[in-house]
């Protein structure tokens, strides 16, 4: 079947700009997950959706970025004014219930010049 | 708050080498443990894991891993590696009953053929 699908893939964007990213889960999935992954860095968490609501947003790092989740199965990761430090690929995953395994999509290259 | 160790950045093997990453983490509960694959161009996947019951997990692909609960660790080996397994690999934790994981910052392996 078909997996976790991020779009774009990549994105370039100027400092200051807004943007959002899309994450599509694996159908029937409850839980999905945002992480970003910086050059040399394992990835790393941001914000996990059970259902519609925000599980835990403690990984997002200031109020610039804000994920939403409205109908259980699309997210969309958005981030307002990029800075360039916000450079990076942003991966999603979703599994099929909380606490199981996680799958991954191929993730969105930000690129903030 | 949980972290994770990957003790060698870049590892370069000749084929039928024998293999073994090591992987610390800290955290004094009780915790799931993971290993990461990510080959070039492709998502990231899931080589093992581990819950609980026998700390010695085999994994696809001919990888298998042990959990030492008094050294932290979660090492990752392959008797005897092949060119396909160049890979990036990452080990990673999270605290039992929570959703989010913790990666390390991964190993980049080489094997020359």
């Known amino acids: 079947g078909a997996g976790v699908s991020q779009t774009p893939s990549n994105k370039v964007t100027e400092k200051g700009k807004y943007v959002e990213l899309r994450c599509d889960p694996i159908s029937g999935h409850t839980a999905l997950y945002w992480y970003r992954q910086s050059l040399g860095q394992g990835p790393e968490f941001l914000i996990y959706f059970q259902g519609t609501g925000a599980a835990d947003d403690s990984g997002l790092p200031n109020d610039r970025f804000f994920a939403v989740r409205p109908e259980g199965s699309v997210s969309t990761l958005k981030i307002q004014r990029t800075e360039r430090g916000d450079s990076a690929v942003y991966l999603c995953?979703?599994?099929?219930?909380?606490?199981?395994?996680?799958?991954f999509g191929p993730g969105t290259r930000l690129t903030v010049t | 708050a949980q972290s994770v160790s990957q003790h060698n950045h870049h590892v370069i093997l000749s084929e039928a080498a024998s293999l073994e990453l090591g992987c610390n983490y800290s955290y004094g509960g009780t915790v799931n443990l993971f290993w990461y694959v990510q080959y070039p161009g492709q998502h990231l996947q899931l080589l093992l894991k581990?819950?609980?019951?026998?700390?010695l997990v085999k994994g696809i692909k001919g990888f298998e891993a042990e959990f030492i609960k008094s050294k932290f660790s979660f090492n990752l080996r392959k008797p005897s590696v092949q060119w396909s397994d160049t890979a990036e690999y990452f080990c990673a934790v999270n605290a039992e009953r929570d959703d989010k994981i913790i990666f390390g910052k991964g190993t980049r392996l080489h094997i020359l053929p």
């Open positions: 581990y819950f609980s019951g026998d700390p």
């Open positions: 995953a979703s599994s099929l219930t909380s606490f199981s395994e996680q799958y």
